[in-house]
T-cell receptor, first 108, second 116 residues
């Protein structure tokens, strides 16, 4: 079983749509959680950290459920520029464990 | 924000040759640097953790004699792929962290290696 699992997608959504990604992790000792965004042939960039209380950054909302070992990312009012691969990342040391990513394609 | 550079951005080499990739933290001192590899449609896989002035720690399944890592200063780490083979063709990405015990990593732009 992979340490971090994500639905690879792709998710094809129209502009303005709301889309949600989910992720599960296997190591209950994981302590830090993140969503990264990766554009094609580029390095990953931190989108946001994820906290148990949930956190929001503009159109993006992240949630963590430690009991279920489940992380989510909600994107509201999708823009064309949101098209990318979204990587779920967990850590319990200084090492980051990446999921394979969920591909999002927003169309006009 | 913190900037990490990698050089070269793209390299094509012949099978059997060695390739060196540089990773530099431009505006901060990196106590730890990480080297990842990403094959198409797969996740980033950590290859090794490199601390300045000490030997790198390699992940299981990564050959330390094939992937030589040197972290000679607080701003530079190098990865040398020795005797490269076509199956080593991949996207190699480094990251750097300014302090031990922190989860914050700044990624370089990556190096695309093609071995012919």
């Amino acid at each position: 079983r992979k340490e971090v699992e994500q639905d690879p997608g792709p998710f094809n959504v129209p502009e303005g749509a709301t889309v949600a990604f989910n992720c599960t992790y296997s190591n209950s000792a994981s302590q830090s959680f993140f969503w990264y965004r990766q554009d094609c042939r580029k390095e990953p960039k931190l989108l946001m950290s994820v906290y148990s209380s949930g956190n929001e950054d503009g159109r993006f909302t992240a949630q963590l459920n430690r009991a279920s070992q489940y992380i989510s990312l909600l994107i509201r009012d999708s823009k064309l520029s949101d098209s990318a691969t979204y990587l779920c990342v967990v850590s319990n040391t200084d090492k980051l464990i990446f999921g394979t990513g969920t591909r999002l394609q927003v169309f006009p | 924000g913190a900037v990490v550079s990698q050089h070269p951005s793209r390299v094509i080499c012949k099978s059997g040759t060695s390739v060196k990739i540089e990773c530099r933290s431009l505006d901060f001192q990196a106590t730890t640097m990480f080297w990842y590899r990403q094959f198409p449609k797969q996740s980033l896989m950590l290859m090794a953790t490199s601390n300045e002035g000490s030997k790198a720690t390699y992940e299981q399944g990564v050959e330390k004699d094939k992937f030589l890592i040197n972290h000679a200063s607080l701003t530079l780490s190098t990865l040398t792929v020795t005797s490269a083979h076509p199956e080593d063709s991949s996207f190699y990405i480094c990251s750097a962290t300014p302090a031990r015990g922190t989860y914050e990593q700044y990624f370089g732009p990556g190096t695309r290696l093609t071995v012919t």
